[in-house]
Nanobody, 116 residues
């Protein structure tokens, strides 16, 4: 079965950096668009960044210039480098795999907390 396992979350001060990783298994990874979503308490889950099967990227306006998404098809991995973190980036971050219009598979999430 498909598994997406996130890692790399934690507690960081404002302005700090974190790198999230997502290990994928059970799917033909190179065919999928891979995304990072986040959900803060009391808010809806939102798309943060996505990388297509061909390497094209999308970023939410709130993270442009601070976050970078990348993938390694040889290792079935997707990454989110987060720099210049702000308290409003605090959320649970989820990895998602998408073939169609909506994500097909989700990871369990990793907590990112940015202290002010």
């Amino acid at each position: 079965q498909v598994q997406l396992v996130e890692s790399g979350g934690g507690l960081v001060q404002t302005g700090g950096s974190l790198r999230l990783s997502c290990a994928a298994s059970g799917l033909t990874f190179r065919r999928y668009a891979m995304g990072w979503y986040r959900q803060a308490p009391g808010k809806e889950r939102e798309l943060v960044a996505e990388i297509s099967s061909r390497g094209s990227t999308y970023y939410a306006d709130s993270v442009k210039g601070r976050f970078t998404i990348s993938r390694d098809n040889a290792k079935n991995m997707v990454y989110l480098q987060m720099n210049g973190l702000k308290p409003e980036d605090t959320a649970v971050y989820y990895c998602a795999a998408r073939l169609g219009a909506q994500p097909d598979n989700w990871g369990q999430g990793t907590q990112v907390t940015v202290s002010s």
